[in-house]
């Protein structure tokens, strides 16, 4: 079983920074990819990042050169570095754990809002 708390989320401006956190508990943490999504109003929620157990990355093209995802396997978090945002990154911001690549999610966070205002 993993439990997935996201925290980091707040308002900033056009071109701010934000790090968001997702924290799991659970011993079989590490074996799961982690993930980002979010979820603007009126849209659906869209992926935005990933990482393996491995380390490798995969970010959807809005968000590429601007955000970072990583993870730290001894203190059960995964982070989401924002730079630039933009008003259109506005969203409630999701962490997901699946136990590979293609598969299904087995669990996901409550969400953090992220607003940028112009």
């Known amino acids: 079983q993993v439990q997935l708390v996201e925290s980091g989320g707040g308002l900033v401006q056009a071109g701010g920074s934000l790090r968001l956190s997702c924290a799991a508990s659970g011993r079989t943490y590490s074996n799961y990819v982690m993930d980002w999504f979010r979820q603007a109003p009126g849209k659906e929620r869209e992926f935005v990042a990933g990482i393996t157990r491995g380390g490798s990355t995969l970010y959807t093209d809005s968000v590429k050169g601007r955000f970072a995802i990583s993870r730290d396997n001894a203190k059960n978090t995964v982070y989401l570095q924002m730079n630039s945002l933009k008003p259109e990154d506005t969203g409630i911001y999701y962490c997901?754990?699946?136990?590979?690549?293609?598969?299904?999610?087995?669990?996901w966070g409550q969400g953090t809002q992220v607003t940028v205002s112009s």
């Open positions: 997901a754990a699946r136990p590979r690549v293609g598969g299904e999610y087995d669990y």
